[in-house]
Structure formats: C-alpha cells, structure tokens
C-alpha cells in the first residue's frame, strides 16, 4: 500500500486501507444474505452490476453471499474526467426478463443518484418484483434523491477517489485500496 500514487494529470493519497473495504463488504454480505435467504434456485435473485466501476465490489459480494442468484450487468454513465456530466448514457443496456424476479442492483458509488434513479425507473419500467440498491459508498452530502439505498457498506465526504473499481479517465481500478484526489 502506497500513501500516493499519480494517475494520468493527478496526484492521490490513500484514503480508505483495503482491510477496511473488506470490513465493510463483510458486514453487507451478512446483511445480504440474511435477507435473501429465502431465494431458491428456481427462484434466484438477480445481481444486477453496473459496469465498469461496480465489477470489484460485485465481485467482493459474490464470494460471500450465499443464496442462489443470478449475475447480470448493464452500463449508465455519467463520468467524464472528475465530474459528473449530468446526462445518463445507456452504454449496456438492462437484460431480458426481469419481470417478476427480485433484483439488487450493485453500485461502486453513489453521489448525486442520477444513475440510480433512471436504473430504478427501468427495472420498474421491466416489471421487476422488487430492486435494491447495494452501493459499496455514498456521499451523503450530495445524494438529495428519494431512492432508498438499501444496503451501504461506507459513507464518505465529497471528494474524488479512485481504486477498487473506481476510475480517474479509466485508469486506478485494479488498485486494491482507495485514494482520494490529493488537493
């Protein structure tokens, strides 16, 4: 572990160890799995991905839940650079038939909610039974929307991080702890 790393333009400290990360996907999986112990395998909860940044904490949970379920993943973004455009791009779109089946929907991050408000509205839109919101972290200082975040593993400030799924320009996902823009 590293206390600063450079990515592309930007210098960034560590912010959140590893263990710590790891700490807090335990405590969501037990979570997860106490309230979704009733799926079967004719009946599996879907895991719903949100590529690209989602895919390490998707990843994280798969190794600790234990009811059946089913992984599916689609795209909406929003980034370019450190900022937030404002406009939700489908780059992978949801998959077929959802309706009727239970979905928690596995998010690396929430700050304003944009993304997680019109992923809601499509699944409610593909007649899903019921859809949860799993965030690995939220800013809770920018996220203003109605939709409830079911389970949150960690709340942080609004700052820009990288590391364990998250980006700065595609780069910093593989990094296994996270580091916040150094300012």
Do not use: W
């Not at 989602?54 to 929003?78: D, G, H, M, Q, T």
Request: charged letters at 25%.
């Amino acid at each position: 572990m590293e206390n600063k790393i450079t990515l592309h333009d930007k210098t960034f400290k560590l912010f959140i160890p590893n263990e710590k990360i790891e700490q807090a996907i335990d405590a969501v999986a037990a979570r997860l799995n106490a309230d979704y112990a009733d799926a079967t395998d004719e009946d599996p909860v879907i895991l719903l991905c949100t590529l690209n940044g989602a895919i390490i904490y998707a990843a994280e949970l798969l190794k600790r839940i234990n009811f059946p379920l089913v992984l599916k993943a689609c795209k909406l973004s929003s980034y370019a650079g450190t900022k937030s455009t404002g406009y939700i791009k489908t780059e992978v779109p949801l998959p077929a038939n959802l309706q009727g089946r239970r979905v928690i929907i596995v998010e690396d991050i929430v700050d304003t909610g944009s993304t997680i408000v019109v992923l809601k509205d499509l699944l409610q839109a593909a007649n899903v039974r019921d859809a949860k919101v799993c965030t690995m972290l939220v800013k809770p200082e920018v996220y203003k929307k109605s939709v409830k975040l079911d389970y949150v593993a960690m709340e942080i400030p609004n700052r820009f991080i990288v590391g364990f799924g998250l980006d700065y320009d595609e780069l910093g996902r593989n990094i296994k702890d996270i580091y916040v823009l150094d300012e």
